[in-house]
Antibody, heavy 115, light 106 residues
């Protein structure tokens, strides 16, 4: 049974870079696609971006200028980088396996943007 | 970008009754629609995919229907454990987009 686990700093200063890793357990990262999703406090779900195991990416237009998603098959993990963060980027960040639908989710990691 | 609109925002239903949740897409998405259940403090959980296929672990009380722009999630014989926020999500076009959610109170 595939499981996902997000990791990274829980606190990031404004204007700095948010970096998170999603590690895939119980299966190979290859032959699947993966997405990042976030949820601001008390709000709904916002899709951030996607990476195909070939390395092809697709990003939310509203975040595209600040987001990079990459994959490291040797470590069975993929990552999210979000530049120039503001308080509006405070959220729970989830990684998920993407088959169009998102069928496996990590438990999420809370990131707070504050000085 | 395809806009997904869910209604109602909040639905209060008594145990044993039926709940009907709606999701509308701003353009046709065929049957490329998923539903998720999210309970407080938990990650969303895939409930329905392909508009009507139930994901593993959910009872037959949960069913999805619709195609094109209008979709429905129906939950029969409501139980207290069904209290959650339900989200729809389209995967027909990029970017993937979610509805704003329906909070179901039992």
């Amino acid at each position: 049974q595939v499981q996902l686990q997000e990791s990274g700093p829980g606190l990031v200063k404004p204007s700095e870079t948010l970096s998170l890793i999603c590690t895939v357990f119980g299966g190979s990262i290859s032959s699947y696609q993966w997405s990042w999703i976030r949820q601001s406090p008390g709000k709904g779900l916002e899709w951030i971006g996607y990476i195909h195991d070939s390395g092809i990416t697709n990003y939310s237009p509203s975040l595209k200028s600040r987001v990079t998603i990459s994959v490291d098959t040797s470590k069975n993990e993929f990552s999210l980088t979000l530049n120039s963060v503001t308080a509006a980027d405070t959220a729970v960040y989830y990684c998920a396996r993407d088959s169009g639908d998102l069928d496996v989710w990590g438990k999420g990691t809370t990131v707070t943007v504050s000085s | 970008e395809i806009v997904m609109t869910q209604s109602p925002a909040t639905l209060s239903v008594s145990p044993g009754e039926r709940a009907t949740l709606s999701c509308r897409a701003s353009q046709s998405i065929s049957r490329n629609l998923a539903w998720y259940q999210q309970k407080p403090g938990q990650a969303p959980r895939l409930l329905i995919y392909g508009a009507f296929t139930r994901a593993t672990g959910f009872p037959v009380r949960f069913s999805g229907s619709g195609s094109g722009t209008d979709f429905t999630l129906t939950i029969l014989y409501l139980q207290s454990e069904d209290s959650a926020v339900y989200y729809c999500q389209q995967y027909d076009n990029w970017p993937r987009t979610f509805g704003q959610g329906t909070r179901l109170e039992i």
